[in-house]
């Protein structure tokens, strides 16, 4: 920051401070919470789909309603769905801010339970589980104030209540009150339910045996929901308004936007979006957009940082997705944070799935098939005998320490560990792929100085998928499999740079966690540089001719280049001159065909998926105003020194 501000700045000030030291950091949670106070109480009647009582005793569940007490005094409800039969069942216990009352009626109440639940709740039940879903505080029927992933109590919560408390109560609640229960539970979730399933191994109640969390949101900042490596995911404005607009989500999209790369660049900055939207008014919103750097607001509640301060002493079988468009960073991240002092209790899942998909039928994602249902083969082979183990007292079920789907050869593997290639630490080490000359991608290092440039136009910004653009929440949308879309079309702009392979004479197997070394300038004061590993196909294609050219991403990702050298302290970038960029990309476990290209497509937006980089440096991108957005000459520089991939080629 400079040392001396102007009145104008001044206004301001609580927007555009970097706040980098914890003595000014703001506690996240304050009275009230994070939903503008209006009335709205929770309904105490039953309003689950109606079962008559002629139909009921045909029925292989119940469906109960409860509320449950917390040690503030607030009540939480809660659904459960309780096998009928007899003898004692453990529970498996999912803490939501998306509606017990929706995830246990999502149709008609029929003989089954899959008629009322998702596939993997319904599995469970068929398996001898209690299903029961809470809803979190404030949210939907739970009393309370809702904090968008409240913090651990502590300097961002001074309240006596957090989620690990409320996981505790409800547990202690359920195992003295449930009659059905066997006195075991397990935590379990998919994203925000992921990270309140994490949120119960902080302080474990003695009843808690295993924990399944599924494409949890672990570190928000560094590659999850909100950031990425700095760059602020725009995207998800609609889900942060719909979840802290009221205790309802029903809306988490702007019906008038039917096209969010036209609407998003009409209204400039986030942060004007943001207001243009009535969201300066929503206290996340404005936590959100006044810590745009890597402080200790967020440090403070990144889970793998905060549960590898203690041994893992629950069973814990974390689940990710390669192709996951939310929360793609948290679950390897957080396996390899606890590895080290787990007791052999953290278990890794890499599925080939998109966000939330082990939930559901996996047998294709986007234009991909796997030959079978991948998601069900999980859940029947490795979810539920991982909680018989734990929660049933049956023999061990022998999950491997790592399991990872390949797609090419589509099959299971395995691993004693992961992940099997880095930059630093691993069984295997990477190896350099260099960009090179005329747009060559080559292992071998080029002989010579080259570069390639571009122009960067922040009014004219890469899309990150064709035109138009829908929300990601909103009807029709195929969010959840963009990650899969071919690059050609962005390929063809001029404002991109695509390095690619000679088709390759063998196939290679990638596992592990890919390495950006970018060699690059600009001619501004920030940027940001987006780098795109891509697996071309063949053209023509006789065997998969719908794929004929396909170009593939298999891992993608952002930095935020003001935050180069120190994710806490963003600095302005010296023009022209070449600055060496290091980040990881995604994790990856995939093998490449013979006869197929790598291609490698670097470029400065990726838009509205995140915002746009002024390419000016300012204190604050949020606040940055129109003036404040220049164009600016992107070059990428080769040769022994200059750019590569790191790939984590083994076997």
Same mark, same amino acid.
């Given at each position: 920051?400079?040392?001396?501000?102007?009145?104008?700045?001044? $206004?301001?000030?609580?927007?555009?401070?970097?706040?980098?030291?914890?003595?000014?950091?703001?506690?996240?949670?304050?009275?009230?919470?994070?939903?503008?106070?209006?009335?709205?109480?929770?309904?105490?009647?039953?309003?689950?789909?109606?079962?008559?009582?002629?139909?009921?005793?045909?029925?292989?569940?119940?469906?109960?309603?409860?509320?449950?007490?917390?040690?503030?005094?607030?009540?939480?409800?809660?659904?459960?769905?309780?096998?009928?039969? =007899?003898?004692?069942?453990?529970?498996?216990?999912?803490? =939501?801010?998306?509606?017990?009352?929706?995830? =246990?009626?999502?149709?008609?109440?029929?003989?089954?339970?899959?008629?009322?639940?998702?596939?993997?709740?319904?599995?469970?039940?068929?398996?001898?589980?209690?299903?029961?879903?809470?809803?979190?505080?404030?949210?939907?029927?739970?009393?309370?104030?809702?904090?968008?992933?409240?913090?651990?109590?502590?300097?961002?919560?001074?309240?006596?209540?957090?989620?690990?408390?409320?996981?505790?109560?409800?547990?202690? &609640?359920?195992?003295?009150?449930?009659?059905?229960?066997?006195?075991?539970?397990?935590?379990?979730?998919?994203?925000?339910?992921?990270?309140?399933?994490?949120?119960?191994?902080?302080?474990?109640?003695?009843?808690?045996? $295993?924990?399944?969390?599924?494409?949890?949101?672990?570190?928000?900042?560094?590659?999850?929901?909100?950031?990425?490596?700095?760059?602020?995911?725009?995207?998800?404005?609609?889900?942060?308004?719909?979840?802290?607009?009221?205790?309802?989500?029903?809306?988490?999209?702007?019906?008038?936007?039917?096209?969010?790369?036209?609407?998003?660049?009409?209204?400039?900055?986030?942060? $004007?979006?943001?207001?243009?939207?009535?969201?300066?008014?929503?206290?996340?919103?404005?936590?959100?957009?006044?810590?745009?750097?890597?402080?200790?607001?967020?440090?403070?509640?990144?889970?793998?940082?905060?549960?590898?301060?203690?041994?893992?002493?629950?069973?814990?079988?974390?689940?990710?997705?390669?192709?996951?468009?939310?929360?793609?960073?948290?679950?390897?991240?957080?396996?390899?944070?606890?590895?080290?002092?787990?007791?052999?209790?953290?278990?890794?899942?890499?599925?080939?799935?998109?966000?939330?998909?082990?939930?559901?039928?996996?047998?294709?994602?986007?234009?991909?098939?796997?030959?079978?249902?991948?998601?069900?083969?999980?859940?029947?082979?490795?979810?539920?005998?991982?909680?018989?183990?734990?929660?049933?007292?049956?023999?061990?079920?022998?999950?491997?320490?790592?399991?990872?789907?390949?797609?090419?050869?589509?099959?299971?593997?395995?691993?004693?560990? &992961?992940?099997?290639?880095?930059?630093?630490?691993?069984?295997?080490?990477?190896?350099?792929?260099?960009?090179?000359?005329?747009?060559?991608?080559?292992?071998?290092?080029?002989?010579?100085?080259?570069?390639?440039?571009?122009?960067?136009?922040?009014?004219?910004?890469?899309?990150?998928?064709?035109?138009?653009?829908?929300?990601?929440?909103?009807?029709?949308?195929?969010?959840?499999?963009?990650?899969?879309?071919?690059?050609?079309?962005?390929?063809?702009?001029?404002?991109?740079? $695509?390095?690619?392979?000679?088709?390759?004479?063998?196939?290679?197997?990638?596992?592990?966690?890919?390495?950006?070394?970018?060699?690059?300038?600009?001619?501004?004061?920030?940027?940001?540089?987006?780098?795109?590993?891509?697996?071309?196909?063949?053209?023509?294609?006789?065997?998969?001719?719908?794929?004929?050219?396909?170009?593939?991403?298999?891992?993608?990702?952002?930095?935020?280049?003001?935050?180069? =050298?120190?994710?806490?302290?963003?600095?302005?970038?010296?023009?022209?001159?070449?600055?060496?960029?290091?980040?990881?990309?995604?994790?990856?476990?995939?093998?490449?065909?013979?006869?197929?290209?790598?291609?490698?497509?670097?470029?400065?937006? &990726?838009?509205?998926?995140?915002?746009?980089?002024?390419?000016?440096?300012?204190?604050?991108?949020?606040?940055?105003?129109?003036?404040?957005?220049?164009?600016?000459?992107?070059?990428?520089?080769?040769?022994?020194?200059?750019?590569?991939?790191?790939?984590?080629?083994?076997?």
């Amino acid at each position: 920051m400079p040392k001396r501000m102007d009145l104008i700045r001044v $206004a301001s000030l609580a927007l555009v401070m970097p706040l980098t030291a914890a003595a000014q950091i703001q506690p996240a949670v304050q009275p009230g919470g994070d939903i503008p106070a209006r009335p709205a109480p929770a309904p105490l009647g039953p309003v689950g789909p109606a079962i008559a009582a002629a139909k009921a005793g045909a029925f292989t569940y119940e469906r109960r309603e409860l509320f449950i007490p917390m040690r503030d005094g607030a009540r939480l409800y809660a659904v459960l769905i309780i096998p009928r039969g =007899t003898g004692k069942f453990p529970i498996m216990l999912d803490r =939501t801010p998306y509606s017990a009352d929706k995830q =246990t009626a999502v149709g008609p109440a029929g003989a089954a339970p899959e008629t009322i639940l998702s596939p993997l709740n319904a599995e469970l039940v068929r398996a001898g589980y209690i299903v029961a879903i809470e809803d979190v505080r404030g949210k939907y029927r739970s009393e309370g104030n809702y904090v968008m992933n409240r913090p651990l109590k502590g300097p961002l919560n001074p309240t006596a209540v957090d989620h690990s408390t409320d996981a505790w109560d409800t547990i202690d &609640w359920l195992v003295r009150n449930v009659a059905e229960s066997n006195g075991r539970v397990g935590t379990f979730g998919t994203s925000y339910d992921g990270f309140t399933a994490l949120m119960s191994l902080v302080n474990p109640h003695p009843a808690l045996k $295993a924990s399944v969390p599924i494409n949890p949101m672990v570190d928000v900042w560094k590659g999850d929901d909100w950031f990425h490596n700095g760059a602020f995911r725009q995207e998800m404005i609609g889900y942060v308004y719909g979840q802290t607009i009221g205790r309802q989500s029903d809306r988490e999209w702007f019906p008038a936007a039917t096209d969010d790369y036209a609407t998003a660049l009409r209204f400039g900055s986030a942060g $004007a979006y943001g207001r243009a939207m009535g969201m300066d008014r929503l206290p996340f919103w404005q936590r959100l957009t006044q810590h745009p750097a890597y402080d200790s607001y967020w440090q403070e509640q990144a889970l793998d940082r905060v549960l590898a301060r203690r041994p893992l002493q629950i069973p814990t079988l974390i689940v990710g997705s390669l192709w996951d468009q939310e929360d793609i960073y948290g679950a390897p991240a957080l396996f390899n944070a606890l590895k080290g002092a787990d007791n052999g209790n953290a278990h890794l899942v890499v599925g080939p799935w998109y966000h939330g998909q082990a939930n559901f039928p996996g047998m294709t994602l986007g234009p991909l098939d796997w030959g079978s249902d991948t998601s069900r083969w999980f859940r029947q082979r490795v979810l539920i005998p991982f909680l018989d183990q734990y929660l049933k007292g049956a023999a061990s079920a022998g999950i491997a320490r790592v399991l990872a789907f390949e797609p090419g050869p589509n099959h299971w593997r395995r691993l004693a560990d &992961w992940p099997p290639a880095c930059a630093r630490g691993c069984p295997a080490n990477l190896t350099a792929l260099y960009l090179g000359p005329r747009k060559s991608l080559s292992f071998d290092a080029p002989a010579g100085q080259a570069s390639q440039s571009y122009v960067s136009d922040p009014a004219q910004p890469v899309p990150y998928r064709m035109r138009p653009t829908l929300a990601p929440f909103a009807p029709r949308s195929t969010w959840q499999t963009w990650l899969t879309d071919d690059q050609r079309f962005a390929e063809r702009r001029r404002d991109v740079l $695509a390095y690619a392979t000679a088709p390759l004479s063998a196939p290679f197997r990638l596992a592990g966690t890919p390495q950006v070394h970018l060699v690059a300038s600009t001619s501004g004061t920030d940027s940001d540089w987006v780098v795109k590993l891509i697996d071309v196909y063949p053209d023509p294609n006789p065997q998969k001719p719908g794929l004929s050219g396909y170009e593939l991403p298999i891992a993608m990702d952002v930095i935020r280049g003001r935050y180069r =050298t120190d994710p806490t302290h963003p600095t302005p970038l010296t023009p022209n001159v070449p600055l060496t960029y290091e980040f990881s990309l995604p994790t990856l476990s995939y093998v490449v065909q013979p006869g197929h290209r790598l291609m490698v497509q670097v470029q400065s937006s &990726w838009f509205p998926l995140y915002d746009r980089n002024p390419q000016t440096f300012v204190p604050n991108i949020f606040i940055a105003k129109p003036p404040d957005y220049s164009v600016a000459r992107q070059t990428i520089f080769n040769g022994a020194d200059g750019s590569w991939i790191g790939l984590p080629i083994v076997g």
